[in-house]
């Protein structure tokens, strides 16, 4: 343990975020004033220790989790992630024409298709057959 923690202090170097504390009898300890006023961490908040095999992580919990995390998927397409899964469990389709049905369904289009596997589709209001060449039009 004692060679573990020399390297790790080695690694991280010196400055306010490598603050030290002791481990009392009960296995308690207490988070520095700095590190508590930085993460706005005060009386009755939890914390959650994250043991990944090698390291112990502290983080702060917030009062409302779910009000924390608002916004953090913003940009990450999980409408249509979430409704391509859907489809490809449901109809069994391909991942790829999952997408493509997903998108095209959250922008209201209509799928244009010689594809025999978006058949499955059908009556989904997505698709549309192609309007096909005229035999005698070179």
């Not at 306010?16 to 961490?41: F, M």
């Not at 953090?72 to 493509?100: Q, T, Y």
């Not at 010689?114 to 192609?130: K, M, N, R, T």
Request: proline share 6%; with cysteine.
């Amino acid at each position: 343990m004692t060679c573990i923690l020399a390297s790790c202090l080695a690694e991280w170097g010196s400055g306010d975020t490598n603050l030290q504390t002791a481990v009392t009898k009960r296995g308690q300890t207490t988070n520095p004033a700095p590190i508590r006023k930085r993460y706005e961490i005060e009386e009755g908040d939890r914390l959650v220790s994250l043991d990944d095999g090698q390291s112990i992580k502290v983080i702060p919990v917030p009062a409302d989790a779910i009000r924390a995390l608002r916004g953090c998927g913003r940009g990450e397409r999980l409408v249509e992630r979430l409704l391509a899964a859907w489809l490809k469990a449901v109809h069994r389709l391909s991942l790829a024409h999952a997408f493509i049905a997903a998108y095209a369904s959250r922008e209201n289009a209509i799928l244009l298709h010689e594809d025999p596997e978006f058949e499955v589709l059908d009556g989904q209001g997505l698709l549309e057959a192609p309007p096909y060449k005229n035999a005698s039009v070179p």
